[in-house]
């Protein structure tokens, strides 16, 4: 196996490229609240949801790929979930208890909040949540429970193909059984697309000279960016067609950005700061958005064109998850480590993966 020494910067690039394509989909989807109506055809709104396929490809890839760390034990899953739900639940929880104060002041009146719906935000399960974006986040921990089983082969090969028949018979099984909010979710095609990032990351791990064109990821961006005008309805994509239209052409994209290198220029720090963050800006958006959507309704902004607004809008979200991932998310990460006795140096991106 190479030595896992490569800065796999590229990546961080990458889910700040992510994140901001979520934020631009959610934004463009608000903005057609707006009088004046959509300013944007539907599939230029619709691309930016390819984010969450390539965060899902990417989860798969930095799971098994920082679980074996070369000449030294894998990871146990044990301490694989306590880092796992460390990273995931403490911001996730923060937002939702925001979430909830709203609603309990008496805004966000069409939203339904039930047990149900306290419960799966609790716990992250399927079904309806506080916050509306953590859907992704059912999925991640299910990707991750189902991987940490796995971790006891205690190798990478049999890790990863185990992993990998579980998801897909898994998706078989859901299928059989009565139609519910489980079995659609754990019936989804989606779950394939943490597979596509497992298969990656075991070529990378294996492959001492990796070399992947970067038009490969730039063509990638094409059919991503694409696909949605050949659909009747772009903004809901079926999710088998999602897999392969943007699933495996954020697999090329990854592959690709695997071999960029640490950024030397201010601009390029500031896209790796970004994606440092983009867990935050993932979670923190929803509450721009939030703003957003009441400005279009009860101020003078909701009768005028939405082209000055939408990117403005844009910046702001990237201006408060950044404050939230410094002020908000870096603390409580590190109270929290402290608190479950976890050990510092952690491998580059394991403290930042989202699910993002």
């Keep these: 196996m190479n030595q896992k020494n490569r800065d796999l910067y590229g990546l961080q690039s990458l889910r700040a490229i992510a994140a901001l394509g979520v934020i631009l989909r959610h934004t463009l989807d608000m903005s057609d609240g707006s009088e004046v109506g959509r300013f944007s055809p539907a599939w230029m709104s619709a691309f930016g949801g390819a984010g969450v396929d390539l965060f899902f490809v990417i989860s798969g890839f930095i799971m098994v790929y920082v679980s ?62 506080l916050v509306y974006v953590a859907w992704t986040l059912s999925y991640e921990l299910y990707f991750y ?58 070529s990378f791990s294996f492959v ?14 094409i059919v991503i960016i694409v696909a949605p005008i050949f659909v009747d309805h772009p903004d809901n994509l079926s999710e088998a067609f999602r897999v392969v239209v943007w699933g495996l052409p954020a697999t ?17 720090r500031a896209v790796v700061l970004l994606g440092d963050a983009s867990y935050a800006l993932y979670l923190s958006h929803i509450f721009v958005m939030i703003a957003y959507g009441w400005a279009i309704k009860s101020t003078f902004v909701g009768g005028m064109s939405q082209v000055i607004f939408a990117p403005a809008v844009v910046f702001v979200c ?23 006795r976890r050990q510092r140096g952690q491998p580059l991106l394991e403290a930042g993966t989202v699910s993002n």
């Excluded at 909010?181 to 990032?197: A, K, Q, R």
């Excluded at 998850?321 to 870096?330: A, K, S």
């Design 318 to 340: 990237l201006i408060v998850g950044v404050l939230t991932h410094i002020f908000v998310e870096r603390p409580t990460l590190d109270f929290v480590r402290k608190v479950t």
């Design 208 to 221: 001492r000279q990796w070399r992947v064109p970067i038009i490969i990821g730039a063509i990638g961006f």
């Design 68 to 129: 074996f760390p070369p000449g030294q034990p894998s990871e146990s899953p044990k301490r694989f979930l306590i880092k796992r739900a460390t990273r995931i639940f403490p911001l996730y929880w923060i937002c939702s208890a925001v979430i909830a104060g709203i609603c309990a002041a008496g805004f966000l009146k069409n939203k339904n909040v039930d047990l149900f719906t306290v419960l799966n935000s609790i716990f992250i399960l399927p079904g309806d949540k």
């Design 145 to 202: 429970i189902v991987f940490a089983i796995c971790l006891n082969m205690k190798r990478i090969i049999p890790t990863a193909i185990s992993t990998i028949f579980l998801m897909l018979s898994g998706m078989l099984v859901g299928r059989e059984i009565q139609e519910s909010t489980f079995s659609n979710f754990i019936s989804s095609p989606l779950v394939m697309e943490f597979c596509f990032g497992i298969v990656l990351a075991l």
């Design 252 to 268: 090329m994209i990854v592959a690709a950005f695997l071999q960029i290198r640490r950024p030397q220029s201010k601009a390029g």
